[in-house]
């Protein structure tokens, strides 16, 4: 039995180190994990080169996939062995927001259920909502680790709604918003632009078939404009023809080309965090009457469905992944996901024996 565990910490901007910390212990409604899988989030690079939403000695790590090493004496679905992906979202089920149907804003989440980022890992209310997912031996760990992020892609191509056959961008393709194009595609949209800056990323977005923009060769929002021509409305004359545009980014110049490009009575879905407070043309989002829609993490059912396409196969994450890391080398991983011109996944991998 463990006696310590290596946990990986935030330590300062710049720094994440691994400490020994004692296992976690499995509450009544837990289980505990051995890590099989984890992937380093957008979300964790802005901790960990910013400072953003994070405070010195915070685990790291909520994108994990792992065996089921302990359960609670009040946990009967799930028994040690069990391979499963983690929902690491673990709403209370009962403030205004979850029992309004929107568990993706609980008040009081359960965060134990962070912190992949190490040898073990504690899940808890392992049984209330779609927490553990039950992974077919057919199923890696790295792809069990990428439920969390299409989760994430799922709620906001449903929060968007777009018509399948309607034009459609996506800017910025990192690990969430390559699975944005990639439920996309399952769904049957056809003409979709995906846009960035990195090479790698820009590649494995064209390898699902959409057409890629690379914003450093020109004039993105002209590019736009050319391919799918203007639109009218009033006081917005040659406005762009975007139906839906998916800004994930978080950068001003794709914020300003969302605006610019999306058509009137359009929807630009907002999912990047950008860790600053980005200027929105308003008066372009009003005269346009634009649907200007955040969407957030991700509800149990979001996560189900997202679990599903993995099962049947409608979406392949395996090629998303350009570094395996092992956990003994974590500052490394976060200096990977953190040069974008040279990753697309870093996932981070138990050290082998």
Not at 251 to 258: D, K
Request: negative net charge; charged residues 20%; proline residues 6%.
């Amino acid at each position: 039995m463990r006696t310590t565990m290596r946990s990986a910490r935030w330590q300062g901007i710049g720094s994440v180190g691994l400490v020994e910390t004692p296992p976690p212990q499995a509450g009544p409604l837990d289980v505990v994990l051995d890590v099989g899988a984890c992937g380093i989030c957008g979300s964790d690079v802005h901790a960990f080169a910013e400072g953003a939403w994070i405070s010195a000695g915070d685990p790291m790590g909520h994108e994990f996939a792992g065996t089921v090493s302990a359960v609670g004496d009040r946990v009967s679905a799930f028994v040690v062995g069990d391979r499963v992906a983690v929902n690491p979202m673990g709403p209370c089920g009962s403030c205004a927001q979850c029992t309004g149907g929107s568990s993706n804003l609980c008040a009081n989440p359960a965060h134990s259920s962070f912190g992949g980022l190490g040898d073990q890992v504690l899940v808890a209310r392992a049984e209330s909502g779609a927490r553990l997912f039950r992974l077919p031996d057919t199923m890696s760990f790295e792809e069990g680790a990428f439920l969390e992020p299409l989760s994430v892609a799922v709620r906001a191509v449903r929060c968007a709604d777009p018509d399948p056959g309607s034009p459609i961008v996506v800017a910025g393709l990192g690990s969430i918003e390559q699975c944005v194009v990639r439920v996309l595609r399952a769904l049957g949209a056809t003409d979709v632009v995906g846009i960035d800056v990195s090479a790698p990323r820009l590649r494995v977005a064209a390898s699902t078939g959409i057409d890629v923009l690379d914003a450093r060769d020109g004039d993105v929002t002209a590019a736009v404009l050319a391919r799918w021509g203007t639109s009218g409305s009033p006081y917005q004359p040659g406005s762009g023809n975007v139906a839906t545009f998916f800004e994930c980014s978080g950068a001003q110049p794709m914020i300003t080309t969302a605006t610019a490009v999306t058509r009137a009575g359009g929807t630009v879905a907002l999912t990047g965090l950008s860790g600053h407070r980005p200027a929105v043309d308003l008066d372009t989002v009003v005269q346009k009457e634009l649907r200007l829609r955040g969407t957030f993490a991700y509800t149990g059912d979001d996560a189900t469905e997202a679990f599903r396409l993995l099962l049947d196969g409608e979406v392949d994450v395996a090629p998303l992944v350009t570094h395996r890391i092992p956990l003994s080398r974590v500052a490394e991983a976060f200096a990977a996901q953190h040069a974008t011109d040279g990753s697309v996944k870093v996932v981070v991998l138990p050290d082998r024996p």
